[in-house]
């Protein structure tokens, strides 16, 4: 959450109308993309966000879980699939080749 915090002030908001808006979010429902692809784009560039600032929190990262979970990915595999694009992406791996590796993930 600081993270979207930290962005927030940059388009001049205050906390308490990111709280707000942070809360008005949660009510909303999460659909999807529908594609493997897709999928994959959406959760890689949430990855690329908690990495913004070098610092992966335990919130950020039950995040990007619950979004991989959302997309309807198997529960046993979340784990993997979050270490795979957050550190796929530390070690600055090509986003093709992420997704390689991400299939490979997914299918077996």
């Known amino acids: ?6 962005e927030g002030k ?9 709280d707000k808006l942070i809360h008005s979010e949660r009510e909303h429902h999460y659909h999807p993309p529908y594609s493997l692809e897709e999928k994959f784009d959406h959760l890689y560039n949430i990855a690329e966000m908690i990495l913004a600032d070098d610092v992966v929190k335990e919130g950020e990262k039950k995040m990007i879980k619950r979004f991989a979970i959302e997309a309807g990915f198997e529960y046993s595999k979340i784990d993997d699939i979050v270490s795979l694009l957050l550190e796929g ?20």
Do not use: Q, V
Not at 1 to 6: A, P
Not at 89 to 108: G, M, Q
């Open 1 to 6: 959450m600081e993270l979207l915090h930290k």
């Open 10 to 18: 940059k388009f001049g908001l205050t906390d308490p109308e990111i």
């Open 89 to 108: 992406i530390k070690a600055n791996t090509s986003e093709e080749e992420l997704y390689k590796k991400f299939r490979e993930t997914i299918l077996h």
